[in-house]
């Protein structure tokens, strides 16, 4: 039995984000195309169809539905974890060299995307009731 709850170690927001990911194993050749499932100014979590090695580099190009250009990044797998019941596995990066316009446009991504999350979820929970005055 745990005593403390879990620390969050993350240094950055997230937000789910379903957008379009290509990568390519940096010195293999080998590309995917797949969806992100987070995104972060530090990183994002994707899944795959094969497990990547921890420490591999990868080259990207994110589609963000914020730009007409996709972002191209450098990134490190730091994490791989299989999906139980599933042959997908995740695996989560870390950016090596995320130019300042493209820190900046993730940045404001993420904002809007959970400024916009939490209106939505405001709007869903309120129940509304209306009363006739006759």
Not at 11 to 30: D, N, Q, T, W
Not at 105 to 113: D, G, S, V, Y
Request: proline share 4%.
């Amino acid at each position: 039995m745990c005593l403390f709850p879990a620390r969050n170690r993350r240094h950055f927001k997230r937000a789910k984000a379903p957008f379009l990911l290509r990568y390519e194993i940096e010195k293999s050749g080998v590309g995917k195309v797949t969806n992100l499932r987070d995104l972060s100014v530090g990183g994002v979590l994707f899944s795959a169809d094969q497990p990547l090695l921890k420490g591999s580099q990868l080259n990207m190009e994110i589609n963000l539905p914020t730009s007409n250009e996709p972002l191209n990044v450098q990134a490190e797998v730091i994490r791989v974890a299989k999906v139980k019941h599933t042959d997908l596995y995740r695996i989560a990066t870390r950016f090596l060299n995320l130019k300042s316009r493209d820190h900046s446009a993730i940045r404001l991504l993420i904002e809007r995307m959970m400024r916009d999350k939490r209106v939505k979820g405001l709007v869903n929970r309120q129940k509304r009731v209306w009363i006739s005055h006759e």
